[in-house]
């Protein structure tokens, strides 16, 4: 078992209840995998730089631990997501 970070932003445009139903795909995916220490919801934030013309998103931080596989297919997951408009896996060194 490794253990990663992940931060995804969310479509801005969505609804209330559209974007919470996101948020618990990912999170059960999450858990489901391995185990979550840390899930967090960071909220509607200005971005650095246009991101498919939006200048916002909606940011959500979680560090889990998984098996090595795992990641490759949350990223896979996350690209095909019309929702998830960024995102970034990285592993933690320990």
């Not at 974007?19 to 934030?45: H, I, P, Y």
């Not at 013309?53 to 979680?62: A, F, I, P």
Request: aromatic share 12%; net charge negative.
């Amino acid at each position: 078992m490794n253990k990663y970070e992940v931060m995804f932003i969310i479509n801005p445009e969505l609804n209330e209840e559209d974007n919470k139903a996101v948020v618990e795909k990912f999170k059960a995916m999450l858990e489901g995998a391995g185990t979550v220490e840390t899930f967090a919801e960071w909220g509607k934030r200005r971005l650095a730089y246009p991101i498919q013309d939006y200048t916002e998103g909606y940011y959500v931080v979680s560090e889990f631990e998984a098996n090595a596989d795992f990641p490759a297919e949350l990223d896979r997951v996350m690209k095909i997501s019309d929702d998830i408009i960024r995102h970034m896996i990285t592993r933690k060194d320990v």
